[in-house]
């Protein structure tokens, strides 16, 4: 109990004394526990395969610009794919939503009271896509 005090206290004290710097390692934190969950979860397989036949299929739509009805065809074939594209995304995303959720909502806590004020949430977007990006890369999710 004591040693999860004290934690506690060092974490606070970090986000007061460094709110910018905790703001960017809470959202490498965030982001890394998504990418792993999304790197173990979802069939990335299958997601590559459907990505591949929609490039595919739009440079098929770029070939016939002109005939609407063709263009029209492809892109009821894209979307026939788009409802297995969303389910493979949302397994990941319905895993990580609680804890985020709950991760945000302690943050705010914090920051509201920094010399950030309401604009932390900025800070934190920022970071995350540059991880999120960094990381997908990482885990070979494009």
Do not use: C
């Not at 004290?13 to 910018?20: E, M």
């Not at 263009?71 to 990941?92: C, G, T």
């Not at 959720?101 to 970071?127: E, M, P, Q, V």
């Amino acid at each position: 109990m004591l040693y999860k005090k004290m934690v506690l206290e060092q974490i606070t004290d970090f986000i007061q004394n460094y709110p910018r710097v905790s703001i960017i390692v809470f959202a490498f934190i965030a982001t890394f526990f998504v990418t792993l969950i999304t790197h173990f979860v979802s069939d990335k397989g299958r997601l590559r395969e459907l990505k591949g036949r929609q490039k595919s299929i739009r440079e098929e739509m770029k070939k016939h610009k002109g005939n609407n009805d063709k263009i029209m065809e492809l892109n009821q074939e894209l979307m026939k794919d788009l409802p297995e594209q969303m389910r493979l995304s949302f397994k990941p995303m319905l895993i990580t939503l609680v804890p985020l959720l709950i991760f945000f909502w302690w943050l705010r806590n914090y920051y509201a009271t920094t010399s950030l004020g309401g604009s932390w949430i900025w800070y934190y977007i920022g970071s995350s896509f540059v991880f999120s990006m960094i990381l997908r890369k990482v885990f070979k999710l494009e």
